[in-house]
């Protein structure tokens, strides 16, 4: 099976602080993603990467920034925590498919952030 | 862009009642289609999906037909148990590009004993 793990089920931070969120999975995909997920907005794409020290933004990267220097392991870094990055995170991950086909993307359990 | 509607929840069921929540799309290209269930205190699994026109996937009893006609991925399920209670994701990804995967909001299931 398919496995993708985050490094923490639950973190407390204090606002300013640098934190760091870890993702591991052990398939050799070539694609990871970071997701926050919100009440109400359902999950929404921070930072993607499709290669080793490759990244792309997503649709909210603001605040956050990311590191791919293995291909197993791509970490989500929020560089001065405040408190509307209260949150739970995802990390995702996926190869990619033949020519003209999809791939649903692997998750990981989650890691629920609360900045004070 | 891309982007994908779900109902608005909580759904709250009695068991064994029927289940539909309502899922449409907009999408550039040739989506597939895939539902998501996230139970509580958990990730995200995958629980369907459908990759073209008129295919349906199914598994562990729910059901959801792709329909390119009315850009809609609705899931069904005949008879829900108490352990279905979760949030389920109707979601999709387009060919080409990156393998970025879209989502809606979520639409939250309690059944009831």
């Known amino acids: 099976d398919v496995k993708v793990t985050q490094s923490s089920r639950y973190l407390v931070k204090r606002t300013g602080e640098k934190v760091f969120l870890e993702c591991v999975q052990d398939?050799?995909?070539?694609?990871m993603f970071w997701y926050r997920q919100d009440p109400g907005l359902g999950l929404r794409l921070i930072y993607f990467?499709?290669?080793?020290?490759?990244?792309e933004k997503g649709d909210i990267p603001e605040g956050y920034s990311v590191s791919r220097e293995k291909k197993e392991r791509f970490s989500l870094i929020l560089e001065s925590a405040s408190t509307n990055q209260t949150s739970m995170y995802l990390c995702?991950?996926?190869?990619?498919?033949?020519?003209?086909?999809?791939?649903?993307?692997?998750f990981g359990q989650g890691t629920r952030l609360t900045v004070v | 862009g891309n982007s994908v509607t779900q109902m608005e929840g909580p759904v709250t069921l009695s068991e064994e009642a029927f289940l539909t929540i309502n899922c449409t799309y907009t999408?550039?290209?040739?989506?597939?289609l895939f539902w998501y269930v996230q139970y509580p205190g958990e990730g995200l699994q995958l629980l369907l999906k459908?990759?073209?026109?008129?295919d349906k996937g199914s598994n562990k009893g729910f059901e959801a037909t792709y329909r390119k006609e009315t850009t809609s991925f609705h899931l069904e399920k005949g008879s829900v148990q108490v352990s279905d209670s979760a949030v389920y994701f109707c979601?999709?990804?387009?060919?080409?590009?990156?393998?970025?995967?879209?989502f809606g909001t979520g639409t939250k299931l309690q059944v009831i004993p």
């Open positions: 995702a991950s996926n190869n990619d498919p033949p020519a003209g086909l999809n791939t649903e993307a692997f």
């Open positions: 999408a550039t290209g040739y989506p597939s």
């Open positions: 990467s499709y290669d080793v020290k490759m990244k």
């Open positions: 398939m050799d995909h070539e694609n």
């Open positions: 459908a990759t073209k026109a008129d």
């Open positions: 979601a999709l990804s387009v060919s080409g590009g990156y393998q970025k995967v879209t």
